[in-house]
């Protein structure tokens, strides 16, 4: 079954620092989507991208935090200057469909920032 | 990607019984539902979904029953077995039509299958 790809599986960096997170999306999809998971707390929305575009973004989606499709594959998110309070696990999803349908998640990537 | 909080309600269930995870939600204007698996090490996996104009659905081994007028979701699992294990959220999306599908997650149940 097709799946979701996020690179690296853990990033440590330190605070002020930018990280990169990646992600193959479902070859066949159209939407893409960042969340967030804190530790202890709930899975957050993030962003989400379509059509080359954000569709919507969410109120910790601040200046720091931009998406990229750099090429047919790829998705990235980046924070330009990380904040202690940035460490979470990030979660890459996508879905081939517009409207209510699922979306499917990669396995994230633990970012720690120290 | 492990979603372990330090206070997740936690469901203890015998192997071969049925578990019931249960889940209110916030916003009577969600039109979608959706119910995910997440075991230790992985990101939510989508287990079954459930539009506002149902009550009931059913999916292998697994059933959603939606109550708009107290705005409760619960996943029924029958004949749970220790693959089970595993912590559950419910999602709900408001504006299904959108583009964003932006989902507002559930804080979750950790379900534990005993042998």
């Known amino acids: 079954e097709p799946e979701v790809t996020q690179t690296p599986s853990h990033q440590v960096t330190q605070m002020g620092q930018e990280v990169i997170l990646r992600c193959v999306p479902i070859s066949n999809h159209l939407y893409f989507y960042w969340y967030r998971q804190i530790l202890g707390q709930k899975v957050e929305f993030l962003v989400s991208?379509?059509?080359?575009?954000?569709?919507?973004k969410s109120e910790i989606f601040d200046d720091q935090f931009s998406v990229e499709r750099p090429d047919g594959s790829n998705f990235t998110l980046k924070i330009r200057s990380t904040k202690l309070e940035d460490s979470a696990m990030y979660f890459c999803?996508?879905?081939?469909?517009?409207?209510?349908?699922?979306?499917?998640f990669g396995n994230g990537t633990r970012l720690t920032v120290t | 990607g492990e979603s372990v909080g330090l206070h997740l309600p936690t469901l203890s269930v015998q192997e071969g019984d049925n578990s019931i995870i249960n889940c209110a939600y916030s916003?009577?204007?969600?039109?979608?539902f959706i119910w995910y698996k997440q075991e230790s090490g992985k990101g939510p996996q989508f287990i079954i979904d459930?539009?506002?104009?149902?009550d009931k659905r059913q999916g292998q081994r697994v059933t959603v029953l939606l109550n708009k007028t107290v705005k409760h979701l619960s996943l029924q699992i029958a004949a749970t077995q220790p693959g089970d294990s595993a912590v559950y959220f419910c999602?709900?999306?408001?504006?299904?039509?959108?583009?964003?599908?932006?989902?507002?997650f559930g804080g979750g149940t950790r379900v534990l299958v005993k042998p």
């Open positions: 999803a996508s879905k081939q469909q517009g409207g209510n349908s699922p979306l499917h």
């Open positions: 916003n009577s204007a969600s039109d979608y």
């Open positions: 991208f379509y059509n080359n575009e954000i569709s919507e």
């Open positions: 459930i539009r506002s104009n149902m």
């Open positions: 999602a709900e999306n408001k504006d299904g039509g959108a583009a964003g599908n932006k989902l507002t």
